[in-house]
């Protein structure tokens, strides 16, 4: 058991239209992420929840929405996937200080 | 703000020879978390280390090893007899107990045969 997943793995979109990332944990953490990874940028937090309905915005939240409506899942939305947003995203679980991260397998995203 | 630095993009070594990686970091805060995490070409993140900013003991994993330096806010992780197998891209990041990874840019390490 993983304990955190992320779907789609892969998806091509088309520029203009909405995308949902989602990301599930079975590990009952209260803290989850959104980070995305592009060359020479190492990963970089879009945003994060630290709890239901809680969430807050990371360093390049710009075009981006989240919700959180239960713990185990954490969506990330493109309202309007434009090509910068082509990347590989990473949701994780974990932080609080005492604890260490865990990233799911990441979701290849390509806005064409 | 807190930052790292990897100063290194990319590295070639031939089988056997010892690699080390560098990693600057900057915080205000006293209280921080620093990590090593591998991503080999399959895609994952594969977690090394976590140290805290109140244990400077360095430690040995096997053919790891990891140098936890405050004085010149580093920590560099070295390789010895590298393998194959370490061909990774290798990131360094810091958590400053704010709930917020803050990762650097990257090395690849490249190790042929």
């Known amino acids: 058991d993983a304990g955190i997943t992320q779907s789609p793995r892969h998806k091509v979109t088309e520029t203009g239209t909405p995308v949902t990332l989602r990301c599930h944990q079975t590990e009952n953490h209260r803290y989850m992420y959104w980070y995305r990874q592009d060359p020479g940028h190492g990963l970089r937090l879009i945003h994060y929840?630290?709890?239901?309905?809680?969430?807050d915005k990371g360093e390049v939240s710009d075009g981006y929405s989240v919700s959180r409506s239960k713990t185990e899942d954490f969506l990330l939305t493109l309202e309007s996937a434009t090509s910068s947003q082509t990347s590989v995203y990473f949701c994780?679980?974990?932080?609080?200080?005492?604890?260490?991260?865990?990233f799911g397998s990441g979701t290849r995203l390509t806005v064409v | 703000a807190q930052k790292v630095t990897q100063a290194q993009t990319e590295i070639s070594v031939v089988e056997k020879e010892d690699v080390t990686l560098d990693c600057v970091y900057e915080t205000r805060d006293t209280t921080y978390y620093l990590f090593w995490y591998k991503q080999p070409p399959s895609g994952e993140l594969v977690f090394l280390i976590r140290?805290?900013?109140?244990?400077?003991q360095n430690e040995i994993s096997g053919r790891y090893s990891w140098n936890f330096q405050k004085s010149t806010s580093s920590f560099n992780f070295t390789i010895t007899a590298s393998q194959v197998v370490d061909s990774a891209v290798y990131f360094c990041?810091?958590?400053?107990?704010?709930?917020?990874?803050?990762f650097g840019g990257g090395t690849r390490l490249m190790v042929k045969p």
């Open positions: 994780a679980i974990g932080g609080a200080g005492n604890y260490g991260y865990t």
């Open positions: 990041a810091l958590d400053n107990a704010g709930n917020m990874l803050t």
């Open positions: 140290r805290n900013s109140f244990d400077e």
């Open positions: 929840s630290y709890g239901v309905k809680d969430t």
